[in-house]
C-alpha cells in the first residue's frame, strides 16, 4: 500500500494545529526511503499520520485496532467533515472517500472505496460476492479487507502507531489469530468452522437415531416383561386347574353322599314320589311365571319401540306437508332471483371496470406525490449547498486587496475561487430542480380530481357484491325447497299409513294385556293348588338333607365352572402376551443394525470433531505459527545484530511448560542478554529497550509477511517510537528502518520524530508549518 494524495477538513487536529479547516498532502513527488513528518508538537503530525491508510480508523486513539473501538466524531470540529486518501496497491490505484456531517440533530458518516479503471474514472469497489462499496461502513471495511487484509494485521505489521500494545502483550488467542492472518492460513479456521457444522449437522441425526434406540431399548425391555409375566401365567394355570381338580373331587364325593340319602328315602317311595312331582310342578309353575313375565316385557319394548317409529314418521310427513305452500311457491321465486344474479353480475363487472380504471389513477398520483417528496429532499439540500458556496463566493468580494493583481492569485482565496464556479453550477442543478418541481405539482391537479371518484366506486363495487352473496344464498335456500315437491305426495300417503298402523298397534296391545292378565291368574291357582296338596303330604324325611347337598352340589359346580372361566381367561391373556411379545421381539430384531448405525455416525461425528479441531488455532493453524517462529525469530535478530549489535537476541515461545510437566500452546518472548548471560521475558527489561526490540519484532513480521504471503506493502508507518531512546540507539534505529526497507524491499517510510539528528538523515521531509502556511 503506498499513499498518494490526504485531504483532511473539518478535523480539530488540523484546525488546532495548523489553524487550517483544510489540508491536502501531494506524496506523488516524495523520493524514496524515510520520510519525516516535521513540526512542534501539537501542530498536526499524529493527525495526518494517523490518516495515511485508508482504514477507517485513527490508531494512536483507538482502544484497539479495529473500527468498532473507535470513533471519528470525537475529532471533528465542523458539521461537515472529510477525509479523502489517494492509495495504490498492488498495481491498482483506489481512492478512500469519508464524508461525516453533524448538523446537530443526528449524525451521519458515509464510507467509500473506488478504484481508477483504465479511462481514469472512480469506479466504487465490487466483491465477487456482488458486494458493493455503498457508503455503508461495513460494507466499506468487506470491501477493504479484501484488498489489504484486516486492520489489525496491517497496525501490527506495517503502522506503528503512538501507544500501540507490544506483542508481547497479545493474548495466545490473539496472535494466533493474527498471525494466522499474516501467514496466509485463516481459511483453515473458516474449513475448521465448516467441519464443526458437519458436525453439528450429524449430531442431531445421531441424537435420531439414538432415540429410536431408545425406543426400541424401551419395547425390549417391556418384551422381557411380558415374558415374566407369561411365565407367571403359566403358575396361575397350574394353581387354577389344581383348584378345578380339587372341586372336582369334593363335587363326586357330594354326589356320593346325595346317592346314599336318595336311597334311604326310597323306602317311602310313594309318598316321596308324589311330593317331588309337587315340587317338580311347583318350579315349573314358578318357571312359566317368570316366562310370562319376561314375554310380557319383550312384547311391551317392541311395541313401544314401533309407537315411537310410527309417531316420528308421522311428525315428519306432518313437518313436510306443513311446507306444502313454500315449496310450491319456491320454484318461481327461484326463477326472479336468478334473473336479478344476472343482471347483478353485470353491473358489477362494470363497477369494477370503473374501479380499476380511478385505481390506476391513485397509483399514478401516489408515484408523483413521491417523486415530489424526494425532490423537495433534493431542492432543500442542493439549495442549501447553493447557498454555502455563494456565502464563500463572497468573500472575494469582501477581503481588502479586491481591485488589486493579486486577487486573482492570492492563494488565501483559493477556496473562494473554487467555490465560485461550483455555486454557478450548483445554481443551475437548483433552478432545474425547480423547474421540473412545479411540472409535477401541475400534473398532480387534475390526477388529484380524478381520485374524488374512488371512494364512491369502491362502495358500488361493495354494495353490488353484498347483494350477490345475499341473492346467492337465496337462489340455494329457493333450489332447495323447491327439489321438495315430489315428497309432498309419498308424505301424504305415509302419514295415512302411519295413522293406520298406530290404531292397529293400541288394538293389538290391548288384546295382549287381556291374554297376559288371563294367564298369570291361571298360573297362580294351579300354584295354590300344589301348595295345599304339598301341605297335607308333609312327612319326616331326608329331603332337607339331600337339599342342603344340592345346594353344596351346585356351589362345587359354580367353582369349577368359575375355574374353567379363570383358566380360560388366563390362556387368553396367555396367548395375547405371546402374540405381542412375538411383534415386538421382530421389532426389535433391527436393534443392532440401528445401535451399529449409531455408533458408525458417532466415529463419524468424531472425525469431524477431529478435524474441526485440527484445523483450528490448536491444530494446523498452531503448527504453522511453530513453523513460522523460527523464521520471524531469525528475521527479528538478523535486525538486531545488524543494528544494535550481538548483546540482545530473543527467542519466540509457541509452548508453555504447566508445572505437571505438560505442554500447551502458548505466545512468550524471551529476551537473551549476552552482555550479563541472562534471559528475561520481555515484560521485564527496561522501557528503550522495549522499544527496539518491539520494534525489531514488529518490522521482523512485516518482513515475513513481505517474504511469504500475497500482501506486499510498499509504505511503513512510524509514529515517534523513538521517544525513550538515548542518542546512541536513536541513530541505530534509523539505521534499522534503512535496513527493512533494503530486505523487505519497501519503497518508502513515513516517520514522526522530535530529533533533530534523525530528521536531518531523512531522505525527505514533510513540514506541517511549511503546510500551513501554503
Keep these: 500500500m503506498r499513499p498518494l494524495k490526504l485531504t483532511l477538513a473539518g ?16 506524496l506523488t513527488d516524495l523520493p524514496g526511503g524515510l520520510i519525516a513528518i516535521v513540526g512542534p508538537n501539537g501542530a498536526g503530525k499524529t493527525t495526518i499520520m494517523d490518516n495515511l491508510h485508508p482504514y477507517p480508523i485513527m490508531p494512536s486513539h483507538a482502544s484497539k485496532m479495529s473500527a468498532d473501538a473507535f470513533s471519528y466524531w470525537d475529532h471533528l470540529c465542523a458539521p461537515r467533515a472529510e477525509k479523502d486518501l489517494e492509495w495504490e496497491h498492488g498495481g491498482k490505484v483506489y481512492r478512500s472517500a469519508f464524508a461525516f456531517r453533524n448538523p446537530g440533530k443526528s449524525r451521519k458518516a458515509e464510507y467509500y472505496l473506488f478504484e481508477k479503471n483504465a479511462a481514469g474514472a472512480w ?33 501490527t505489521s506495517v503502522f506503528s502507531a503512538q501507544n500501540r500494545r507490544p506483542l508481547a502483550s497479545y493474548q495466545p488467542t490473539e496472535i494466533k489469530r493474527l498471525l494466522a492472518e499474516l501467514l496466509g492460513i485463516d481459511h483453515l479456521r ?49 394353581s387354577a386347574r389344581a383348584l378345578r381338580a380339587e372341586q372336582l373331587s369334593r363335587g363326586s364325593k357330594l354326589e356320593q353322599e346325595r346317592a346314599t340319602l336318595a336311597a334311604k328315602e ?48 308421522a311428525t315428519v310427513s306432518e313437518a313436510t306437508l306443513s311446507q ?37 389513477v391513485a397509483t399514478r398520483h401516489a408515484t408523483l406525490a413521491a417523486e415530489l417528496r424526494e425532490m423537495e429532499q433534493r431542492g432543500s439540500v442542493a439549495a442549501k449547498l447553493a447557498r454555502t458556496l455563494k456565502a464563500q463566493t463572497d468573500v472575494m468580494d469582501t477581503v481588502p486587496c479586491t481591485g488589486h493583481a493579486m486577487h486573482s492569485q492570492c492563494p488565501l482565496l483559493a477556496q473562494a475561487r473554487d467555490a465560485k464556479g461550483q455555486y454557478e453550477e450548483q445554481a443551475v442543478v437548483v433552478t432545474k430542480l425547480r423547474t421540473s418541481y412545479r411540472e409535477k405539482q401541475e400534473a398532480l391537479k387534475p390526477i388529484e380530481a380524478s381520485l374524488q371518484r374512488l371512494p364512491a366506486a369502491r362502495e358500488a ?25 315430489p315428497l309432498l305426495d309419498s308424505a301424504t300417503a305415509a302419514l295415512e299409513k302411519a295413522r293406520c298402523d298406530l290404531a292397529t298397534l293400541a288394538k293389538e296391545e290391548t288384546e295382549r294385556n287381556t291374554r297376559h292378565a288371563r294367564d298369570i291368574q291361571d298360573v297362580e291357582s294351579q300354584l295354590a293348588a ?21 345346594r353344596r352340589i351346585v356351589g362345587v359346580r359354580e367353582a369349577v365352572s368359575a375355574a374353567d372361566g379363570r383358566i380360560e381367561t388366563l390362556i387368553r391373556r396367555q396367548s395375547a402376551l405371546a402374540t405381542d411379545r412375538d411383534r415386538i421381539e421382530r421389532e426389535v430384531a433391527g436393534l443392532p443394525t440401528l445401535e451399529a448405525q449409531v455408533q458408525r455416525l458417532s466415529d463419524e461425528i468424531a472425525l469431524w470433531k477431529l478435524l474441526g479441531k485440527g484445523l483450528g488455532n490448536d491444530g494446523v493453524i498452531a503448527l504453522s505459527i511453530d513453523d513460522a517462529g523460527p523464521a520471524i525469530t531469525r528475521i527479528v535478530n538478523d535486525l538486531l545484530l545488524a543494528c544494535y549489535g550481538p548483546r540482545f537476541t530473543i527467542a519466540i515461545q509457541t509452548q508453555t511448560l504447566l508445572a505437571s510437566g505438560e505442554a500447551r500452546e502458548g505466545f512468550s518472548i524471551a529476551v537473551l542478554d549476552a552482555e550479563n548471560d541472562s534471559s528475561k521475558e520481555f515484560g521485564v527489561i527496561s522501557g528503550g529497550q522495549k522499544v527496539w526490540i518491539n520494534e525489531c519484532l514488529t518490522r521482523g513480521i512485516a518482513l515475513y509477511r513481505a517474504q511469504h504471503t500475497q500482501h506486499a506493502f510498499q509504505t511503513l508507518f512510524t509514529d515517534e517510537a523513538d521517544g525513550p531512546l538515548d542518542p546512541e540507539r536513536k541513530r541505530a534505529f534509523m539505521k534499522m528502518k534503512r535496513e527493512v526497507l533494503r530486505v523487505g524491499g519497501y519503497e518508502r517510510e513515513f516517520f514522526i520524530s522530535q530529533t533533530p539528528d534523525l530528521v536531518d538523515d531523512a531522505d525527505g521531509v514533510i513540514d506541517v508549518v511549511a503546510l500551513a502556511a501554503q
Excluded: W
Excluded at 494545529?17 to 491536502?24: L, P
Excluded at 466504487?124 to 494485521?153: F, I
Design 11 to 26: 478535523f480539530h487536529g488540523i484546525r488546532d494545529g495548523m489553524h487550517r479547516d483544510s489540508v491536502t498532502v501531494d
Design 123 to 155: 469506479n466504487p469497489v465490487q466483491l465477487p460476492d456482488g458486494t458493493v462499496s455503498d457508503g455503508k461502513a461495513d460494507t466499506y471495511g468487506r470491501c477493504l479487507d479484501s484488498v489489504l487484509g484486516s486492520a489489525e494485521a496491517f497496525f
Design 190 to 238: 473458516e474449513l475448521s468452522a465448516k467441519a464443526g457444522d458437519v458436525a453439528k449437522a450429524l449430531s442431531r441425526s445421531l441424537d435420531s437415531l439414538q432415540r429410536d434406540v431408545l425406543v426400541l431399548s424401551g419395547k425390549r425391555d417391556t418384551a422381557v416383561t411380558m415374558t415374566a409375566e407369561i411365565r407367571e401365567l403359566d403358575q396361575a394355570l397350574e
Design 266 to 313: 326310597a323306602a317311602s317311595a310313594g309318598t316321596e314320589a308324589r311330593l317331588r312331582e309337587l315340587h317338580q310342578r311347583k318350579r315349573e309353575l314358578g318357571v312359566r311365571s317368570q316366562q310370562l313375565a319376561a314375554d310380557d316385557r319383550t312384547a311391551a319394548a317392541k311395541a313401544a319401540a314401533r309407537r315411537r317409529e310410527l309417531e316420528q314418521a
Design 324 to 360: 306444502s305452500e313454500a315449496i310450491t311457491a319456491a320454484a318461481a321465486r327461484r326463477d326472479t332471483v336468478q334473473l336479478d344474479l344476472g343482471q347483478r353480475h353485470a353491473q358489477l363487472a362494470d363497477r369494477q371496470r370503473e374501479l380499476a380504471e380511478v385505481e390506476a
Design 461 to 485: 363495487v361493495a354494495i353490488l357484491q353484498r347483494d350477490i352473496t345475499r341473492d346467492n344464498q337465496e337462489l340455494q335456500r329457493l333450489t332447495a325447497l323447491a327439489a321438495q315437491r
Design 530 to 550: 300344589v301348595q295345599r296338596e304339598v301341605d297335607a303330604l308333609a312327612i319326616t324325611d331326608v329331603t332337607a338333607l339331600i337339599a342342603d347337598l344340592d
